[in-house]
């Protein structure tokens, strides 16, 4: 268990480590200019400094990423389901989705502002826009390889279509699936910063960092950045978990043995007279 919880947390917190003092020792070393580069503890202090006006700013860059991210999963995971079982529309919608993501980002968002306004309602939308995509191809892939012979197992024994998707296609996705939700979540707060520059309607965790550009306030600069990018590893992390609590077969070859056969005591046989 220890051996496990190394290697899962001490091991990234280390690479954290090593990379803030690089990021230290290059600036050190080079001398490099406080407007250039901040160290990093002038960075974090600079974010401590203004957190009373950027904590707002970071749970609505949240709420955009989690109402993007879970539109864009629900519609990814549905265009996925009906496109595996309806090949003739997978032919026809498939070349549409590659083509939708051909359209870069940040071209989208204006007309969305047009057609949305200003405000949350785009930036969400930017979000599930990037999501949905790899979620779709994910689960397509992951229903194309369902195992056929489970399927027609099931199907001799009785069950209905529904309980074999349920029960055999549905667990035998879950891997593409996530991995689909992995990519999503490293850029759905890419999405939502995106949005905030284009379609925000006030202040935003985008536009503060714009602000402090303007003004030449390097440190906030890069202390918001960190900020984004803390964002992106929770949301990251969040995805991994949940992968973790809901697929506890990939992690055990064998089924456990149920608890009272641990625990049994090994009695000596009685001997004969």
Request: net charge positive.
């Amino acid at each position: 268990m220890r051996r496990t919880l190394l290697r899962n947390v001490g091991i990234p917190l280390l690479s954290m480590v090593l990379l803030f003092a690089l990021w230290q020792g290059i600036v050190v070393f080079f001398n490099v200019a406080p407007y250039v580069a901040p160290r990093p503890l002038q960075a974090i202090q600079a974010v401590t400094r203004d957190w009373s006006s950027l904590w707002p700013l970071v749970l609505a860059t949240i709420r955009e990423t989690v109402y993007g991210f879970a539109c864009g999963t629900l519609l990814g995971l549905s265009l996925g389901v009906i496109m595996a079982k309806v090949p003739f529309l997978q032919r026809m919608v498939y070349p549409v989705l590659v083509l939708s993501q051909a359209v870069p980002i940040i071209a989208l968002a204006a007309p969305l502002v047009l057609i949305l306004g200003f405000g949350g309602t785009p930036i969400v939308v930017i979000v599930a826009w990037i999501v949905f995509f790899p979620v779709t191809v994910n689960v397509l892939d992951g229903l194309s390889h369902v195992d056929q012979d489970l399927v027609n197992l099931a199907r001799v024994y009785g069950a209905s279509k529904w309980r074999t998707f349920i029960q055999i296609e549905i667990p035998a996705t879950t891997t593409s699936l996530f991995s689909g939700l992995k990519i999503g979540a490293t850029y759905a707060v890419t999405g939502a910063i995106i949005g905030e520059l284009v379609a925000s309607n006030g202040l935003s965790l985008a536009i503060y960092q714009e602000h402090a550009d303007s003004n030449f306030n390097t440190a906030a600069v890069y202390g918001t950045t960190m900020l984004m990018t803390a964002i992106g590893i929770s949301w990251f992390l969040l995805v991994v978990g949940t992968e973790v609590l809901v697929t506890p077969w990939q992690r055990r070859s064998v089924a456990r043995r149920p608890l009272f056969h641990r625990r049994a005591a090994v009695v000596p046989p009685t001997s004969q007279h």
